[in-house]
């Protein structure tokens, strides 16, 4: 079955340290992809997407994220996390055959002092 | 910068009480959708709107559900004789295509 996988439910890390959240991906194509974030209480925000080109994109706040078509996988980083980027992390994916996103279940990210 | 608007932000209804969550796309989008988010689970699918019809609906989206674009601008989402389990925050999206989809700051449903 086709699907997004965030293996980590939730992570904690210490402000000032690097933070990489996983997605795997299983479709037979490249799909578009996407980093969707949710603060509490408020709606999802996008934070970066590839489409084609470099498989290294850049994003807001600091983030930016790898294609890696052989492992199928689309992995967020930052490299020193700050209190504010506390909240939950979502992967997305559509088709480029079809207009559906699929989420992932989310990330929870907790940042300790 | 354009964005998409949600209204109410919060709505208390009693079991078996219809409920109509009300969203104003970006005006040039093609394509619309509804997701649900029950507290604490993932974010899920319920149908996604183009050239004025459903195109895709998942199985959440039974007969108690149905989607309007009434006037080229609202997108509504109906749910009929809510359920304790209907209650969850409701988002709605727009996009263009080929471009990511741009979500409004959600309505959550309570069903008492």
């Known amino acids: 079955a086709q699907s997004v996988t965030q293996p980590d439910i939730h992570i904690t890390v210490s402000e000032g340290a690097s933070l990489e959240l996983r997605c795997n991906y299983s479709?037979?194509?490249?799909?578009?992809l996407f980093w969707y974030v949710q603060s509490p209480g408020q709606g999802l925000q996008l934070l970066l997407k590839?489409?084609?080109?470099?498989?290294l994109v850049q994003g807001i706040k600091g983030f930016e994220a790898e294609f890696k078509r052989g492992q199928s996988s689309f992995n967020l980083r930052k490299p020193s996390v700050h209190w504010s980027d506390a909240a939950e992390y979502f992967c997305?994916?559509?088709?480029?055959?079809?207009?559906?996103?699929?989420f992932g279940t989310g990330t929870s990210l907790t940042v300790i002092p | 910068e354009p964005e998409v608007t949600q209204t109410p932000s919060h709505q208390v209804t009693q079991m078996g009480q219809e409920v109509i969550l009300r969203c104003v796309p970006i005006?040039?989008?093609?394509?619309f959708y509804w997701y649900r988010q029950i507290l604490g689970q993932k974010v899920e699918f319920l149908v996604s709107?183009?050239?004025?019809?459903?195109?895709?609906k998942s199985e959440i989206f039974d007969d108690q559900f149905s989607v309007e674009r009434p006037d080229g601008s609202n997108f509504t989402l109906k749910i009929r004789s809510t359920k304790l389990e209907d209650s969850a925050m409701y988002f709605c999206?727009?996009?263009?295509?080929?471009?990511?989809?741009?979500f409004g700051q959600g309505t959550r449903l309570t069903v008492v």
């Open positions: 999206a727009s996009r263009w295509p080929d471009t990511e989809a741009f």
């Open positions: 479709y037979g194509a490249t799909p578009y």
């Open positions: 590839y489409f084609s080109g470099d498989t």
């Open positions: 997305a994916v559509v088709l480029n055959t079809g207009n559906q996103f699929y």
């Open positions: 005006s040039n989008h093609l394509y």
């Open positions: 709107f183009y050239n004025n019809e459903i195109s895709e």
